[in-house]
């Protein structure tokens, strides 16, 4: 599985999304940039966590956890492509 | 490019904290390639602020209200016109609308162009017709039932589910939760706008908006939609971005085309939380963030000059996206002698 982002999505380097369907913009950190990125270059969800694990002191059970409220979030803001 | 010389007298000079569209259809005159704009304010109140904007405003005149009759209205103008020969006036106001549509022919036979939607268009779109206007033309449009007593509000909302807007016939709209919220809005609005007042059903979802411009033919020569980024407690937008809905642009060519809309239109839509638009309003003339437009790209007010004076007009095809407007307020610092003048005189 890997998450879609809308086609018409902007992402600048620092992080800054617009939606230009819906004029809402926002602000990623770090780590969600990451996220992110990764994506973009449609790499899997199992990819990018295990990355993630790799490069940052946590567990799997708990980037879990955190994975798939920034999926949801996404959603919910309407940043990801249906049925993603 | 020689630009044209033109007179255009505009109203709704008051930018207050629920601004008139004239001072921002002013500035896209102004800044238009086409034309060489002498600008001719038309106000109802002497302390509308456009009338001391010396760099937008050439000249300012005060004119009766289209409440002390249209005859009042219409010889005021004609006064005016024979001192500045006028080529075009934008009326802004919903409640004067229907006084220019009167005078229309009147201010053609002596030289004046006006650019407005036909008095069936206007009547057909108005609050209290636009479940009729939807059922007509296909346009998902919530439940609206118009008011005239309190006996007959108590009848609405039975039929209507809480919460409901509570709706003026040209200005004013509140979100009431009971019946004695519903009647309180009855009798705030109806005092200030008169009846009916109306009641629609409440859509929740995100307010988006439309600026556009019809040809008269059921051509949209402009639209742009925005979603406001920041409101004020009267409801208006503060501060707004441009946005990417094609939609939303299809909806605004369909609802032109099917009327054959003349003139300027705002359209308030509802975009659900199933992803559907209801239209909640129609304003028949251009709103006050129409400069968000022409910061855009399309300059909706010139081109409404053009089509005014039977210049032909391309439809715009694009705007660019993520725009933002960001209103402020400003204190103008005033000589009580243009004060003077204007209210001993009538003019500025």
Do not use: C
């Amino acid at each position: 599985m890997h998450m879609k982002l809308k086609k018409n999505i902007a992402i600048s380097e620092t992080g800054y999304i617009f939606n230009p369907s819906t004029g809402e913009s926002f602000t990623l950190n770090q780590i969600g940039l990451e996220i992110i990125n990764m994506a973009k270059e449609n790499k899997s969800d199992d990819d990018i966590k295990k990355y993630l694990v790799q490069k940052y002191d946590t567990d799997e059970t708990s980037l879990e956890r955190y994975y798939l409220d920034f999926i949801e979030m996404l959603k919910q803001y309407q940043l990801l492509e249906n049925g993603d | 490019m020689n630009r044209r010389k033109i007179t255009v007298a505009v109203t709704g000079l008051n930018n207050l904290d629920s601004p008139g569209p004239g001072i921002p259809v002013i500035r896209g005159i102004r800044e238009s390639s086409f034309f060489d704009a002498r600008i001719i304010g038309l106000a109802y109140e002497n302390l509308e602020p456009g009338i001391y904007m010396r760099d937008l405003v050439d000249k300012a005149y005060l004119v009766p209200y289209p409440s002390e009759g249209s005859d009042a209205l219409l010889t005021r103008i004609l006064e005016i016109h024979a001192r500045e020969s006028i080529d075009v006036i934008i009326p802004n106001f919903d409640a004067e609308l229907t006084a220019f549509m009167k005078a229309e022919k009147t201010l053609l036979q002596n030289g004046v162009h006006t650019f407005l939607p036909t008095l069936g268009q206007f009547n057909e779109r108005s609050k209290s017709n636009l479940p009729a206007f939807g059922k007509n033309y296909g346009i998902n449009v919530p439940e609206s039932i118009p008011v005239f007593s309190a006996s007959e509000m108590e009848e609405a909302v039975k039929k209507l589910h809480f919460p409901v807007l509570v709706k003026g016939k040209y200005y004013e709209a509140y979100i009431a939760n009971s019946i004695e919220q519903a009647q309180y809005y009855l009798f705030k609005i109806s005092a200030k706008w008169g009846l009916p007042v109306v009641v629609q059903q409440f859509v929740e979802g995100t307010e988006v908006n439309v600026v556009a411009l019809g040809d008269g033919n059921g051509i949209t020569i402009g639209a742009v939609a925005m979603r406001k980024t920041y409101i004020t407690d009267k409801g208006k937008a503060w501060g707004g971005i441009t946005i990417d809905e094609p939609r939303l642009l299809d909806l605004t060519r369909t609802i032109i085309s099917r009327t054959g809309w003349k003139g300027g239109m705002e359209l308030e839509i509802i975009k659900n939380l199933n992803d559907e638009f209801f239209v909640i309003e129609i304003n028949p003339r251009i709103p006050a963030w129409v400069y968000l437009a022409v910061g855009a790209g399309q300059n909706i007010p010139e081109a409404l000059v053009k089509l005014a004076l039977g210049i032909p007009v391309q439809p715009f095809e694009k705007y660019t996206i993520g725009k933002m407007f960001v209103r402020f307020s400003y204190d103008m610092i005033v000589d009580i002698k243009d004060f003077e003048k204007l209210n001993t005189r009538g003019e500025l």
